[in-house]
Each structure stands twice: as C-alpha cells, then as structure tokens.
C-alpha cells in the first residue's frame, strides 16, 4: 500500500495521487457544496490532515456523514497542494473505510474540553487528545536523547535489577515484593496465602540501580541505568509517583565538578532536543500550557547554571524576607517552597546546589573535609524543583564502614558492595534525574500524573 504517516502527509513533498492514511477522526464538518472536511490525526504529529470526501463517494450518505470524534478509519486518495490557511496539503479521498466506530453518545473524549484531572479517569482514551499526544512524543523524544547522549559521551547502556535486597537510599521507601505460594494454596484449597518474602528471602522493588551501577562503573569507566523505579512514600503532590523513570550515569574517576559538569551537559542536550525535535509540540506548550515556555528553555540553554552550596543557600533563604510555611536552619532538608524560592526568586533559572549535611543524605555520599558535609549536588529548576540528585560516592573503605555504622545498616548486607572498595577502589560519581520531573520541566506539565501514560500513585494501579 501506499501508507504515509500524517506528519508526512502535511509535507508538500508528500503531493502525490495515490497515498493511504489511517488514523482517527478528529472532526467532521459537512459544506453545502457535496462534499465533508474531516480532520485524521494519528499520532505521528501534533497537526491533523484535512480530508476533503466528495458526496460521490458511495458511502457517503451511510458512513461518511455519520463519522464521529474517535472513529477509525483508512482514507485512499489523492494528496494536493491545500488552497487553506495553515496547512500546505490535503487529501482528497477516494475511498473512505470505516474500521471502528466511537458513539458519540459513549465516547468520553468528545471536542468539549476537560479538565486534566477528569482526563486521568480516561487514563487509556486520554492519548488521543492533543495534550497528551504531544507529551507522549516530548517523553519519548527526551527518552532518545538520553541515550544519544550518553552514547555519544562513552557510556554504556546498563540494566540492573528491579528487584533487590538492598535499600539504595536508606530511606525505608521500599514495595516488599510478595511470591504466590502455589504449593500451599493446592495443598489447602483454601484462601490464597501470600509469603511476604522472594523464595524465602526478604527483597523489593528498587529505588535506584545506584548501587549495581557502581559495580560496573568501577569496571566499565562509565555506564548508565534507564529504568523504572519504585517509592512507597506515600506523598501525593504534584511531583511524586510510587513508580518513576531514573536515567542515572556512574562514571569512575568522576569528581563532583565532572558531575556536575555532566549533568549540565545532558540536561542542555535534552532541551536542545525538545526545541529541534519536537517543534509544533513545543509550540503548544509554550501557547497553551506554559507562557514564553519556549524562551525560558533557551534561556536554559545559553547560559551556564548558578551554583551555590547548601550553606550559601540556607543563608539566603533566612536573610529572606519570604514567609516559609517550614523554617530553615543548617541541618534540616529543604521544601519543596525553599527549592522554588532559591530557582525562581534568587536565581531565575536552574540551580546546583552542593555540599550537604551528611546527615540529610545517604551513606553512600563522599564525605568532605570539614566532616559535615558530602559532595552531594542537586539541580533544582523553576516550577518543579529537584531534578537531579547526585554525588561523589565514598571511595574510602574506612570512611564508608563508619557512614555505615551511622546509617544503621548491616555490613553484611552489603558485602559486595563494600567489595568495590577492598579492590581496586577508585573515586567515582554519578546522578539520577527523574525522567517526569524533565518532562514536566521541558513542557510545563503542572502534575506529574500527566506526564507518564499510566500514573502510580497511592491507591491507584487500575489501568
Ligand atoms: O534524589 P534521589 O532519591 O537520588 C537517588 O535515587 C540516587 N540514587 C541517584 C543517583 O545518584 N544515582 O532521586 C533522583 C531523582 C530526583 O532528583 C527526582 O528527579 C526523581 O529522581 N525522583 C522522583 N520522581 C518522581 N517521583 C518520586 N517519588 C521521586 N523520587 C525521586
Ligand atoms: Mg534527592
């Protein structure tokens, strides 16, 4: 057949008398001069195609004047210079196949406009909208670039586990993970009986593939995990899920300035790529979601980032004349209202900020000089807040052993992972970004349930 996407279709290289479009109607509108427009839009761009169906058509009176919102359909015909304003081809049909009908009566996506909040109880018919048409390419887009860039930068591609004994972030966030004990269940006929363990182990899903990817960092040079995560913190605001994407590249012989250094780079990448790519995308944002949206990324893009360390920040946030709703003195963790603060008062723009407590962060962070703090970074951005959370990791056997015993975690636990700096210990680095936190960044998506296709959060699994 003669099949063409109808992102191509909208190209006047695509003028041609014989193509075949298949896609779904995004409207239908019949003129008195014999014959309808009717708007295919199939995901492959932000724009529909215009189809002129003439009444001669055989089906016209039956099929084609009762074509509907959501209708599927395959349209032959020809694709010729359109004489409208806005769009530089339009296929005049010769055969219009109706494969599946949407009843208008039943079909909840219809033109009227929703709420993106009533749209996530329309989780699978939700993709068909403009909306989230176009955050579905940004995400993927963004999805691409991640590993182009990494690929370009020497980094391989590592899958660790999704499930695991150990706690990378020590914070208790975990999902247990549950094995069906079939045996018992015959054996009773009974009830279904849950094990809370895997195979008689305890384990959950991960929080991070941190740990695992330091193992092959340390043989590698420099590798990165891309996948999904898990955290049963039970937050629901507008920039947490129980189930997350986490891009996070571990490079040996990494400082905290190379990281730092590196998490800039890829971030630019990514917007770079978002701007180039995904251009009428990116235009809708910036119309319709967030104003001068596509200013800010360039903005993002020309300027280096603002660094500051986490004393210098806990400084500014108490000179302040804002009223925080949580106070802030040096040992505590920053709200999500300090990191806006600090991102869209103080700085206009991205920020890194460095130097931790080592109270407030993982065992695994670098201990600095001064004892108090590790080389820990965090890019913050406006609208969002944390992006990126990263560090050097502790290197030193010694030193890790005592953050260990700090954190309460038993060695033996971690004995292999303790192994990579009894042999052959070198200083490492490394991050992760949140993958729907950059989405959300790059298109101004306010809640981070519009930004992954099937959201997680507590209590909702249902698609
Ligand atoms: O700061 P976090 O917890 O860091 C780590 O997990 C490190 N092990 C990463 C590393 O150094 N390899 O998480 C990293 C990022 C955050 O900055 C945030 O963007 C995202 O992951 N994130 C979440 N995104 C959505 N929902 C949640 N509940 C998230 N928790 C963290
Ligand atoms: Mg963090």
């Known amino acids: ?113 929703h709420t993106f909040e009533k749209l996530r109880e329309w989780a699978h018919l939700r993709p068909r909208t403009n909306t989230f048409g176009a955050v579905a390419r940004v995400r993927n887009q963004i999805s691409q670039s991640i ?14 586990p999704i499930i695991t004994a150990s706690d990378c972030e020590g914070a208790g966030e975990m999902f247990r993970v549950t094995s069906l004990d079939l045996e018992m269940l015959a054996k009773k006929g009974g009830p279904v009986n849950y094990k809370y363990d895997f195979f008689e182990k305890p384990a959950h899903l991960t929080v991070s593939g941190q740990l695992n990817g330091e193992a092959y960092a340390t043989a590698m040079g420099r590798i990165y995990t891309f996948g999904p995560t898990f955290r049963a913190e039970n937050s629901n605001t507008s920039r947490h899920l129980a189930e997350f994407w986490m891009v996070e590249p571990e490079a040996a012989f990494f400082d905290l300035s190379d990281n730092m250094k590196l998490a800039e780079d890829f971030l630019k990448r990514i917007f770079t790529d978002c701007l180039n790519k995904c251009g009428e995308d990116m235009k809708f944002f910036d119309e319709r979601i967030e104003k001068g949206k596509i200013e800010q990324l360039t903005a993002v893009i020309e300027k280096p980032f603002a660094h500051m360390t986490y004393t210098d ?31 869209e008062k103080h700085v206009g723009g991205p920020l890194i900020l460095t130097d931790y407590p080592s109270t407030i962060k993982p065992f695994y962070m670098r201990v600095s000089d001064d004892g108090k703090t590790v080389a820990a970074m965090d890019v913050l951005v406006p609208g969002v807040g944390e992006i990126i959370g990263g560090s050097q990791r502790e290197e030193r056997l010694d030193v890790l052993l005592s953050r260990m015993d700090e954190a309460g975690l038993n060695q033996a636990d971690y004995d292999w992972y303790i192994d990579l700096r009894r042999f052959g210990t070198v200083p490492h680095a490394g991050f992760g ?31």
């Open 147 to 160: 590993h182009h860039f990494f690929n370009d930068n020497g980094f391989f591609y590592t899958h660790t």
């Open 433 to 463: 970004l949140g993958l729907e936190r950059a989405v959300q960044y790059a298109t101004g998506m306010a809640n981070i349930r519009d930004v992954i296709p099937f959201p997680r959060t507590p209590g909702n699994a249902d698609f």
């Open 1 to 113: 057949s003669n099949w063409i996407s109808v992102d191509k279709a909208r190209q006047t290289s695509a003028i041609a008398p014989d193509a075949e479009i298949r896609g779904w109607v995004r409207t239908r509108r019949d003129s008195k001069g014999g014959f309808s427009f009717i708007e295919i839009n199939d995901g492959s761009c932000f724009g529909n195609l215009q189809v002129v169906a003439p009444a001669e058509l055989p089906n016209y009176a039956d099929e084609i004047q009762k074509l509907s919102v959501g209708c599927s359909v395959v349209i032959v015909g020809e694709i010729k210079e359109s004489p409208a304003a806005g769009q530089p081809t339009e296929l005049h049909a010769t055969n219009v196949r109706v494969l599946g009908w949407a009843d208008p009566e039943t079909y909840p996506m219809q033109k009227k406009r």
């Open 313 to 343: 920040a806990v400084d500014v946030l108490t000179s302040s004349s804002e009223k925080f709703e949580y106070p802030v003195q040096w040992g505590t963790d920053l709200q999500a209202e300090h990191e806006r603060f600090l991102t």
